[in-house]
């Protein structure tokens, strides 16, 4: 299958900083990555969908200022978390679409595991 | 609120026993259907998708989709304790935009 990476895996952060998750699909263009939050014993719940060229559709409850995605290519996705806090604090994971015909498949990335102190 | 409905479980089966899992949904008009298994700690890797109505399997692992009655059903055949994890249902509706939308997912134990 597709292969997608996050980077960094981990990070630790202080209170108030910002911090950036990249997501890449490695061997496959994705027009269409997105974004996905699982708090401890919780589902993944959808933050945003990343179009490649285009601005990031946010589901509803997620702030779009404080959750800035950018989809700069056809195979890198960022994530900013501004001024992060601790309920921030969570397992942010991306995945990136590949359709083909009636084929309909997300790579899910090995997450990123955001701890803010 | 469109919803996936899982147990949370945990299910405990003994090692080679049959795991059933099941999942239900609100939209009738739901068009694909996904089988996700997450280990502690990491992120989910697919099973299986399943479409149309009736069964698809894949090695040791059995699809079954109902639309009438809205479920889908995981089984896993000869279980081994690797497949201890939390089994994800993930569901795309209709005019959804092709976003998945996930169940809170089933928490299976295999004991030896």
């Known amino acids: 299958g597709a292969v997608v990476s996050q980077h960094p895996s981990r990070v630790i952060c202080k209170s108030g900083t910002s911090v950036k998750i990249e997501c890449r699909s490695l061997?496959?263009?994705?027009?269409?990555m997105f974004w996905y939050r699982q708090f401890p014993k919780q589902s993944l719940m959808l933050m945003a969908t990343s179009n490649e060229g285009s601005k990031a559709t946010y589901e509803q409850g997620v702030e779009k200022d404080k959750f800035l995605i950018n989809h700069a290519s056809l195979t890198l996705s960022t994530l900013t978390v501004t001024s992060a806090h601790p309920e921030d604090s969570s397992f942010y994971i991306c995945s990136a679409r590949v359709i083909a015909g009636a084929y309909n498949e997300q790579f899910f990335g090995p997450g990123t595991r955001l701890t803010v102190l | 609120q469109k919803e996936v409905e899982q147990n949370s479980g945990p299910l405990s089966v003994p090692e080679g026993a049959i795991a059933s899992l099941n999942c239900t949904y609100s939209d009738r008009g739901s068009q694909s259907f996904f089988w996700y298994r997450q280990y502690s700690g990491k992120s989910p890797e697919l099973i299986m998708f399943i479409y149309s109505n009736g069964d698809k399997e894949d090695g040791r692992f059995t699809a079954q989709l109902n639309k009438a009655s809205q479920y889908v059903s995981l089984l896993i055949r000869d279980s081994q304790p690797s497949d201890s994890a939390t089994y994800l249902c993930a569901v795309i509706w209709a005019g959804g935009g092709n976003k998945l939308t996930f169940g809170t997912g089933t928490q299976l134990k295999v004991e030896l």
């Open positions: 061997d496959f263009q994705a027009t269409t």
